[in-house]
């Protein structure tokens, strides 16, 4: 069975730093990798997406995620953050054979971003 | 565009009697809707897949009996929390795609559910 593990549960960090939240997969086949945020009291929303080609993929608000493929991640970055990226965010997979497009999602890394 | 729905925002009911949660796609039309359950810091867990004017498909350990799951039309669809018991509360979201092979899914705010 599909699963996603994120490593971080809790991650604090000032503004200005640099963000790494780590995304790991275990599924053998073509999987397409999704990066969604939850800001207080809001819904999940899309930050960015893999189908294939380029491995680095951005999305918005300055942030990026790399897929490699021998190492099953899926990685979030932003070089800088702002005290509004303080969100949860979650990493989730769709892959293999089965209709409806059913993402599997991660625990989920609650982000505080300090002024 | 693609804004998602959810009516309650939350809900407390007593032990035993249903509740029903509905989801709504107010500026698109949704082929396909899911249902996910979310426990307090733990991720989102997919309930159930439905297909406008078709049965509901349920992921494995969820009791179809117990949520039942209605997607009359293009732009609702309802969950009914049966016979609630106090494990039944938690954190109800939902989400629709445009049809079913659209990758992309657009979240409603949820539904806190609370039996007591």
């Known amino acids: 069975a599909q699963s996603v593990s994120q490593h971080n549960h809790h991650v604090i960090l000032s503004e200005a730093a640099s963000l790494e939240l780590g995304c790991n997969y275990s599924y053998g086949g073509t999987v397409n990798l999704f990066w969604y945020v939850q800001y207080p009291g809001q819904h999940l929303q899309l930050l960015l997406k893999?189908?294939?080609?380029?491995?680095l993929v951005k999305g918005i608000k300055g942030f990026e995620a790399e897929f490699i493929k021998s190492k099953f991640s899926f990685n979030l970055r932003k070089p800088s953050v702002q005290w509004s990226d303080t969100a949860e965010y979650f990493c989730?997979?769709?892959?293999?054979?089965?209709?409806?497009?059913?993402?599997?999602f991660g625990a989920g890394t609650r982000l505080a971003v300090h002024p | 565009g693609a804004v998602v729905s959810q009516h309650p925002s939350w809900v407390i009911c007593k032990s035993g009697t249903s509740v029903k949660i509905e989801c709504r796609s107010l500026?698109?039309?949704?082929?396909?809707m899911f249902w996910y359950r979310q426990f307090p810091k733990q991720s989102l867990m997919l309930m159930a897949t439905?297909?406008?004017?078709?049965?509901?498909?349920?992921e494995q350990g969820v009791e179809k009996d117990k949520f039942l799951i209605n997607h009359a039309s293009l732009t609702l669809s309802t969950l009914t929390v049966t016979s609630a018991h106090p494990e039944d509360s938690s954190f109800y979201i939902c989400?629709?795609?445009?049809?079913?092979?659209?990758?992309?899914?657009?979240f409603g705010p949820g539904t806190r559910l609370t039996v007591t």
């Open positions: 989730a997979v769709k892959g293999g054979s089965g209709g409806y497009n059913k993402l599997i």
């Open positions: 893999y189908f294939s080609g380029d491995p």
């Open positions: 989400s629709a795609a445009r049809d079913r092979d659209s990758y992309e899914q657009y």
């Open positions: 439905s297909n406008e004017g078709s049965k509901a498909t349920y």
């Open positions: 500026d698109f039309q949704a082929t396909t």
